[in-house]
C-alpha cells in the first residue's frame, strides 16, 4: 500500500511533480504572519512531551477533540499527556478529510520520520518515538526553525511590549530573521469605547516597532469598521504608508460566540466562527480615503469568509499603482480556509481576476513550532492546482515558465514586497 505520506503527496500530474520538485521543494520559507510565543524563540525552548508541544496551545486541535466527546480536561485541562495525546490520536481516526490530519501526518514525516497514520492502536508507540526525537540535542525551537529553512518570521505583539525578547533574539540568533508586528487592536477597541485619542501614543509606538525591525502592522477586525474605528484606522494605516510598512487586515470572523466557553477559558481557545461576508463597500471607503491621500500603504486583504474572496480580489484590483507589484491584495487562505479547497479556491480567484505570480503566498497564523510543513502542503496544492491546468491545457507547457512563479510565490515575493533582505 502507497504510503499516505510520499514524495508525491497531493502531486497528480507529471507537470506537477516536475513544478513541486524541481522549483518549490528547496525554498526557504518567510512566515511573515504567526503567533509564535517569542520568549520561547529567545530562550530556545525544549519540550520533553510531543503531547505539550502539539497540543499546549493549539485550539485547532482542540476544537477538533471536543467534537469527538473529549472532555475540556484533555483540550485544556490537566490530563496526563498520555491521555490527551490518545485523545487526539482517537480524533484523527475520524478526521479523513480535515487539514489536521494532512498537517500532523506531515509533522510527523517531517520531524519524527514517522510516516505510519496515527491511530488509537500505534499512539503510544509514536508518542514514544516522538518524545525520544524530542530529547535529542537539535530538537529545540530554534533547531526545529532551521531545520525548517526559515529565513524569515514575523510575530504578532502588542503595541506596548518591551520587545525586550525581540532584543535579545537579534543578539544571538542571527540565522534567521525574528520581526515583530505592530497590532494595536486592544488600544483601538479601547479608545472607541471611550472616545480618547490613542494616535499619540500608537504613533510613538509605531515609530519604537520601526528601530526595532517591524516592517509590518496587523490589524483583527471583526468586522469592516465604520465611524470612529474606522477613522483611527485610517490614521493607522498612514503612519503604516509614511514608514513603508505593510497593512494586513483580518476580518468577518464572530469571536467567542460561545459567551460561556470564553467566561470560562477566555479568548483563542478555539470558538471562534466565520461571520456574514460583506463590508466590502466600507472597506472600499477606507482604501479610497488613503489613496486620495496620497497615503495608501501596500495592503493585504484577509476575510475569513470565503464569500468575499472574488469581490475582494476585484477591489484589490482598483487600487493598484506602481512601482509596487500586487500593491493591494487578498492573503492567503486563512484559518477555517487553509485547506485544500479553500487553497484552490483562493488560487483560481487569484489566477481568474488578478496575477498569480505576483502573491506573497502562505503564512502558518500559528503557534506551534511544528506548523512550517502548511508551507509544503500549500506549495504542493499550488504545483498540483497549476499542473492540472497544464495537463488540461488551460496554461501553456512550459515548466520554466511555470517554475520561476512557483518560485516567486514560495519565497521571492514575499522577500520582496515586505522588504524582508532575506
Excluded at 2 to 7: F, R, T
Excluded at 194 to 222: C, I, K, N, T, W
Excluded at 319 to 328: D, E, S, T, Y
Amino acid at each position: 500500500m502507497k504510503q499516505y505520506i510520499n514524495d508525491d503527496f497531493l502531486l497528480t500530474t507529471d507537470a506537477a511533480k516536475e513544478l513541486y520538485h524541481g522549483y518549490a521543494e528547496n525554498e526557504k520559507i518567510i512566515d511573515y504572519h504567526c503567533h509564535l510565543p517569542v520568549k520561547e524563540i529567545a530562550e530556545d525552548k525544549r519540550w520533553s512531551d510531543i503531547a505539550e508541544l502539539w497540543l499546549g496551545g493549539d485550539h485547532y486541535k482542540w476544537r477538533l477533540m471536543r467534537s469527538n466527546g473529549f472532555s475540556e480536561e484533555l483540550c485544556t485541562g490537566k490530563a496526563p499527556a498520555a491521555d490527551k495525546f490518545a485523545a487526539f490520536a482517537a480524533t484523527l481516526d475520524k478526521a479523513a478529510g480535515n487539514p489536521m490530519l494532512d498537517w500532523s501526518q506531515l509533522e510527523l514525516a517531517r520531524y519524527f520520520g514517522v510516516f505510519d497514520r496515527l491511530s488509537p492502536a500505534n499512539s503510544a508507540e509514536i508518542r514514544e518515538k516522538c518524545n525520544i526525537r524530542l530529547a535529542e540535542k537539535d530538537f529545540s525551537a530554534r533547531a526545529i526553525m532551521l531545520k525548517s529553512r526559515v529565513a524569515c518570521v514575523c510575530t504578532t505583539d502588542d503595541p506596548d511590549d518591551t520587545l525586550e525578547w525581540h532584543d535579545k533574539i537579534a543578539a544571538d540568533f542571527k540565522e534567521v530573521k525574528v520581526l515583530p508586528t505592530w497590532r494595536p487592536d486592544r488600544i483601538l477597541k479601547a479608545a472607541v469605547k471611550d472616545g480618547s485619542d490613542p494616535m499619540p501614543h500608537l504613533a510613538q509606538r509605531h515609530e519604537y516597532f520601526g528601530r526595532h525591525g517591524s516592517v509590518v502592522s496587523d490589524y483583527g477586525l471583526d468586522t469592516v469598521p465604520s465611524g470612529r474605528h474606522a477613522d483611527l484606522l485610517v490614521e493607522c494605516m498612514k503612519l503604516d504608508a509614511a514608514a513603508g510598512r505593510v497593512s494586513q487586515l483580518h476580518f468577518n470572523c464572530i469571536r467567542n460566540p460561545n459567551s460561556a466557553r470564553f467566561a470560562s477559558l477566555g479568548p483563542d481557545t478555539g470558538f471562534d466562527t466565520i461571520s456574514d461576508a460583506g463590508g466590502l463597500r466600507a472597506l472600499a471607503a477606507i482604501l479610497d480615503r488613503l489613496e486620495s491621500a496620497g497615503a495608501l500603504p501596500k495592503t493585504i486583504l484577509y476575510s475569513l469568509n470565503p464569500s468575499d474572496t472574488p469581490a475582494l480580489q476585484a477591489l484589490a484590483g482598483s487600487f493598484q499603482q506602481g512601482p509596487a507589484r500586487a500593491k493591494v491584495q487578498v492573503g492567503s487562505a486563512w484559518w477555517f480556509n487553509d485547506h485544500l479547497r479553500g487553497m484552490q479556491a483562493q488560487l483560481e480567484s487569484l489566477m481568474a481576476l488578478g496575477l498569480i505570480g505576483n502573491f506573497v503566498g502562505m503564512l502558518t497564523d500559528s503557534r506551534s513550532f511544528l506548523s512550517y510543513p502548511r508551507h509544503e502542503y500549500f506549495r504542493r496544492i499550488l504545483c498540483g492546482l497549476l499542473g492540472e491546468k497544464v495537463e488540461k491545457g488551460e496554461v501553456p507547457c512550459d515548466i520554466a515558465w511555470l517554475g520561476g512563479m512557483v518560485r516567486d510565490v514560495s519565497f521571492n515575493n514575499a522577500n520582496e514586497y515586505f522588504g524582508f533582505g532575506v
